[in-house]
C-alpha cells in the first residue's frame, strides 16, 4: 500500500544518539526526554532493573547483572510536532563495537559532558567516530547545580581536545549553590534556576540589549553583570553560530544546564530539535544516494542482539530504515544472499517495553527477529530495488584474547560457533601467523563476556580464554612483511581475511618498530 505521507512522517524523524563517559548523565538526561515526551512516567525506568516478561531466560540476567538492556537500546517519543528516536551508546563496562556502529546508524549526535570532569577518555573515542562521520553534535555541559569548571576553560578544552568550534547557545550565571540561572543567548531570555526568588516566571525576555529591562532582582546580583560582560566578549570574539558548519558538525553547539534537577533540558529539547537533522540520504556501493523519501523500503542492519530464548536462539537484528515505510509482513530481500524474508515478528522499542509495530518509516528503527540469517552490515530491500548500503567501517580492536575449546573432542562446534559469531559482527578473529592459535579482538570487554556465554549456549562449546590484555592493531602491506620482523613486543596474526597485522605489547613497542623499520606504513582501521 502506498504511503501518501512519507515525505512528511520522514521529515519528522529526529534520530541521534547520545554519547558520554560513564556518569556524566546520560541516563539521567534521557529519562528527562522521555519524561517530556510521555514516554514514561517516572525516572528510574531507564537503568530500571525490572524483572519483566522475558526475566526467565538467561540473556535477561546478563543483561540484568551487567545493566544493560536490549529495551532500552532505541527509544522512540513524540516531542512536539518531532517523532524522536534515541539510540542509547552504552558506558565503558558495556562498551564493544556496537556503540561504535551504533553510531552509523544515526543523523546526529549528543555529546554529555560532566561540568566538573571536562572531556573524558570515552567521550573523546566516540566523538572521534561521530566526527568522522560529519554529523551534527551537540554538546550539554552536566550538573550545573554542582562546582565545576569556569565556562570558557571547558569550551577551550572542547575545541583542543575534540578539535571543533564551539557555539555557546546558553551561559551559566553561577553554579552549584551560587546557580542562579542561565543567560540563553540563543533564544535571548534568562532561565531561572530558582524562579521563586526572582518572580515564578522561569523565563523572561531580554530587551534588545540583551538585558533584563527593568529594576529585576537579578540584575542586583553582581555575577549578573558578570555574565553581561562574558557574553559580550564571546560575541565580540568568540565564533559566529553557523548552521552550515553545524550541519556539517563543524560547529556544536552548547547547552549547560542540570539533568538532575531538570534544569536546561526542554530548552536544550526544543533548540536541539530544531537544528538537529531529519534523516538524510545514503550511499550505495555504487555511489549511488538513496534518498529517505524514496518510496521502496530499503534498510541496513547495524546491531545483532543474541537474545531471550536459548532453546529457540534467536536474536533480534536492528535495522536503520534508510528509505521508505515498513509494514508488518511485508517481504524484503537480502540482498548479501537473495533470500526473500517475511518480516512479521518486528519490534519497535519504548523505554520499558517492546512493542510489536505495524508501520515504521525512514529514520526509525526496528528490530526484526532473527534465527541466523542476518550479518551486521546486511542490506534490506523492497521489490526490484537491487542495492547494498556501503559497508560498515571497522573498528581496531583494543583487548585481546586467546581461545581455545575445552573439550578437545568437540573442535567441530567450537570452529562453527566462533566463525558465524565472526561472520555476525559479534567479535575480531585473528590467528598468530606461526602456530595458528586464535586470537580474538574486541573494542570492549562486554564482548567477550557475550561471546563466551553465546558459544556454550547456542553452540554447546565451552571456551578457554586467556586474557592478553591491551594490545595496539596495526596492519602492514603483506608484500612489506618479513616473519623476521616479529619479536618479544608484538605478536605477528593475520585477520580472517588473511591481511598480516602486529599486535603491539604498548606504544613504546609501536615506536620501536617505527624506528627500526622506518620504511614500513602501520595502518589502523577506524
Ligand atoms: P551515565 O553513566 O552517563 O548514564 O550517568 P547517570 O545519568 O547514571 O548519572 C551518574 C550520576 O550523576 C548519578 O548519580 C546521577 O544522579 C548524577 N547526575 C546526573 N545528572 C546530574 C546533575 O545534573 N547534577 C548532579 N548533581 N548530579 C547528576
Redesign the pocket.
Known amino acids: 500500500m502506498k504511503n501518501t505521507n512519507l515525505k512528511e512522517q520522514v521529515d519528522s524523524r529526529r534520530t541521534f544518539a547520545i554519547i558520554?563517559?560513564?556518569?556524566?548523565?546520560?541516563?539521567?538526561?534521557?529519562?528527562q526526554l522521555l519524561l517530556f515526551g510521555g514516554a514514561i512516567r517516572q525516572a528510574g525506568t531507564v537503568?530500571g532493573k525490572k524483572t519483566g516478561n522475558f526475566a526467565k531466560s538467561d540473556w535477561m540476567e546478563i543483561e540484568k547483572q551487567r545493566g544493560i538492556s536490549v529495551t532500552s537500546s532505541v527509544m522512540q517519543f513524540d516531542y512536539q510536532d518531532k517523532k524522536v528516536n534515541i539510540l542509547d551508546t552504552p558506558?565503558h563496562e558495556d562498551f564493544s563495537e556496537d556503540t561504535y556502529r551504533t553510531l552509523m546508524a544515526v543523523d546526529s549526535a549528543v555529546m554529555?559532558i560532566?561540568s566538573a570532569k571536562g572531556i573524558e577518555a570515552q567521550t573523546k573515542k566516540l566523538f572521534q567516530v561521530v566526527k568522522k562521520r560529519g554529523i551534527p553534535i551537540f554538546t550539554f555541559i552536566?550538573?550545573?547545580?554542582?562546582d565545576g569548571r569556569e565556562p570558557l576553560d571547558l569550551l577551550e578544552e572542547l575545541e583542543e581536545l575534540l578539535d571543533i568550534e564551539s557555539y555557546p547557545m546558553n551561559w551559566p550565571i553561577g553554579m552549584g549553590r551560587g546557580l542562579e540561572g542561565l543567560y540563553d543567548i540563543y533564544n535571548e531570555r534568562i532561565e531561572f534556576y530558582r524562579p521563586e526568588q526572582y518572580g515564578d516566571q522561569r523565563f523572561v525576555k531580554l530587551d534588545a540589549n540583551g538585558e533584563l529591562s527593568g529594576d529585576h532582582a537579578l540584575t542586583e546580583n553582581s555575577l549578573y553583570h558578570q555574565v553581561l560582560e562574558e557574553v559580550e566578549l564571546l560575541k565580540e570574539a568568540g565564533d559566529t553560530f553557523d548552521v552550515e558548519k553545524i550541519a556539517k558538525g563543524n560547529q556544536t553547539p552548547v547547552f549547560f544546564?542540570?539533568?538532575?534537577?531538570n534544569?536546561g533540558v526542554q530548552t536544550f529539547l526544543e533548540t536541539f530539535l530544531k537544528f538537529a537533522p531529519a534523516p538524510h540520504s545514503n550511499m550505495t556501493v555504487d555511489g549511488e544516494l538513496i534518498r529517505p523519501d524514496e518510496e521502496e523500503f530499503s534498510g541496513f542492519v547495524f546491531k545483532i542482539q543474541a537474545n531471550m530464548n536459548p532453546a529457540h536462539r534467536d536474536r533480534i537484528a536492528f535495522v536503520r530504515i534508510c528509505s521508505g515505510t515498513f509494514e508488518r509482513g511485508m517481504d524484503v530481500t537480502l540482498q548479501r544472499t537473495g533470500k526473500k524474508m517475511k518480516l512479521n515478528n518486528v519490534t519497535q522499542f519504548m523505554a520499558d517495553a517492546r512493542e510489536n509495530i505495524e508501520q515504521a518509516v525512514a529514520g526509525d528503527i526496528i528490530g526484526v527477529y532473527d534465527t541466523g540469517n542476518y550479518q551486521i552490515g546486511d542490506t534490506l530491500t523492497e521489490g526490484k530495488l537491487k542495492i547494498n548500503y556501503e559497508e560498515l567501517p571497522s573498528f581496531t580492536p583494543e583487548l585481546f584474547m586467546k581461545v581455545t575449546a575445552k573439550n578437545v573432542m568437540k573442535q567441530k562446534s567450537f570452529h562453527k560457533g566462533i566463525y558465524q559469531l565472526v561472520q555476525e559482527g559479534a567479535i575480531q578473529l585473528y590467528k598468530t601467523y606461526l602456530a595458528d592459535e586464535y586470537i580474538l579482538g574486541a573494542v570492549g570487554q562486554l564482548q567477550f563476556e557475550v561471546f563466551q556465554y553465546r558459544m556454550m549456549n547456542e553452540y554447546n562449546s565451552e571456551v578457554i580464554m586467556t586474557p592478553l590484555g591491551h594490545k595496539i592493531a596495526r596492519w602492514i602491506d603483506p608484500k612489506d612483511l618479513d616473519e623476521r620482523m616479529s619479536s618479544s613486543r608484538n605478536i605477528l596474526a593475520k585477520d580472517r581475511f588473511d591481511q598480516p597485522l602486529f599486535l603491539f605489547e604498548n606504544q613504546f613497542a609501536e615506536r620501536w618498530f617505527m624506528e627500526k623499520y622506518p620504511q614500513i606504513e602501520l595502518h589502523k582501521l577506524m
Do not use: W, Y
Open positions: 558520554s563517559h560513564p556518569d556524566a548523565g546520560k541516563t539521567t538526561i534521557t529519562e537503568k558506558g554529555v560532566d552536566n550538573k550545573l547545580d554542582r544546564g542540570s539533568a538532575l534537577t534544569f
